[in-house]
């Protein structure tokens, strides 16, 4: 499998340079379930763009601590290029500010969290299970951080996921639209670190809540496994 990494992360604070970034994180996510697949890493956020869609099996995009509705040039290209990888039925899988865009993009709705940040470990219930995720049963958690949500789906999309913040926390179009609104790629080590890092705008709740949620871990690897056989089943109906 070659996918394009569609990397939308802004933030190159000190914090970012040292820890792993999502051109490493994403792959590092799938490894753990397929050492094989390969990616080709494009920084939208700096317009960097994929030339031609031609030799790639799918797409990822990454999360960011942009908004959707920021109005920068290369979100506008980014939404552009969504349309143009779902109307030729790539598959394509978005997390957090990925999911938002591909939400948005297809004529969805994305606005602020009714409760501000979410962060943290969360819990997430399968609402309407894809037949790739059968094998995560009813629940599954994931790391999250966010200030924005899918308020509303886009036509012909399905909501498979909900959580006690998020009541759009993941949706499906066809076997070809994979989300989460939440971080999959994310590790123990830099959740925690990042909930240090931006405690000062969490407020103290938000941040003593996230720090008891990471005394469990995410489903990282089956959360992985998923995402695989998103891939996988994309390609065979192809």
């Given at each position: 499998m070659h996918l394009a990494l569609l990397v939308t992360n802004t933030?190159?604070?000190?914090?970012?340079?040292?820890?792993?970034?999502?051109?490493?994180?994403?792959?590092?996510?799938?490894?753990?379930?397929?050492?094989?697949?390969?990616?080709?890493?494009?920084?939208?956020?700096?317009?960097?763009?994929?030339?031609t869609l031609d030799g790639f099996d799918g797409a990822m995009i990454t999360g960011s601590p942009a908004s959707v509705h920021d109005g920068s040039n290369w979100i506008a290209r980014l939404l552009d290029l969504i349309r143009q990888v779902t109307a030729r039925r790539l598959p394509l899988f978005g997390a957090c500010f990925g999911h938002q865009a591909i939400a948005l993009a297809l004529g969805g709705a994305v606005g602020p969290n009714p409760g501000g940040y979410v962060h943290g470990l969360t819990g997430n219930r399968i609402t309407d299970p894809m037949p790739w995720m059968k094998s995560l049963g009813a629940t599954v958690n994931l790391y999250a951080s966010h200030l924005e949500q899918v308020t509303a789906l886009p036509p012909g999309a399905r909501a498979i996921a909900s959580s006690r913040d998020c009541p759009i926390a993941g949706m499906a179009i066809g076997a070809h639209v994979y989300t989460t609104q939440h971080h999959p790629e994310m590790t123990p080590d830099f959740i925690a670190a990042l909930t240090e890092e931006i405690a000062p705008h969490l407020g103290p709740q938000v941040t003593a809540r996230a720090r008891a949620s990471l005394q469990q871990r995410a489903d990282m690897k089956a959360y992985a496994e998923t995402i695989a056989r998103f891939f996988e089943t994309a390609q065979a109906r192809a």
């Open positions: 933030d190159e604070s000190d914090f970012a340079q040292a820890h792993p970034k999502d051109a490493e994180k994403f792959p590092a996510m799938m490894a753990r379930v397929r050492s094989g697949w390969t990616f080709e890493v494009f920084m939208v956020k700096d317009g960097d763009f994929p030339a």
